[in-house]
């Protein structure tokens, strides 16, 4: 069976809640930012595009709007801020 791998995220940065979809995972960090990573044909990392990403990477729009809860669905991923609004994408 394959071993676990820890996932790099970068050395400030403490993960408080990760949730997975099919071809996606999404890591809330202590902050309130959001990093994402896996397929993303769909639009569904919510990086802009469409591209894979094999590497965890922060997601911008959040960098002034800090959240609270993530939740990776099957093709779409969606977000809570700290002021309760809901983001979807």
Same mark, same amino acid.
């Given at each position: 069976?394959?071993?676990? =791998?820890?996932? &790099? =995220?970068?050395?400030? !940065? &403490?993960? !408080? ?11 809330? +960090? ?9 397929? %993303?044909?769909?639009?569904? $990392? %919510? +990086? %802009? %595009? ?8 922060? =997601?911008?729009?959040? $960098?002034?709007?800090?959240? &609270?809860? !993530?939740?990776?669905?099957? &093709?779409?991923? $969606?977000?809570? +801020?700290?002021?309760?609004? !809901?983001?979807?994408?």
């Amino acid at each position: 069976a394959p071993a676990p =791998l820890m996932v &790099k =995220l970068p050395p400030t !940065v &403490k993960a !408080v809640s990760i949730s997975c979809g099919m071809d996606h995972t999404m890591v809330l +960090t202590e902050r309130g930012m959001i990093y994402v990573w896996g397929l %993303g044909a769909f639009g569904n $990392l %919510g +990086t %802009g %595009g469409t591209e894979d990403c094999y590497e965890p990477t922060v =997601l911008p729009f959040f $960098l002034d709007k800090p959240c &609270k809860a !993530v939740a990776a669905g099957s &093709k779409h991923s $969606l977000a809570i +801020t700290v002021d309760g609004v !809901v983001y979807s994408w």
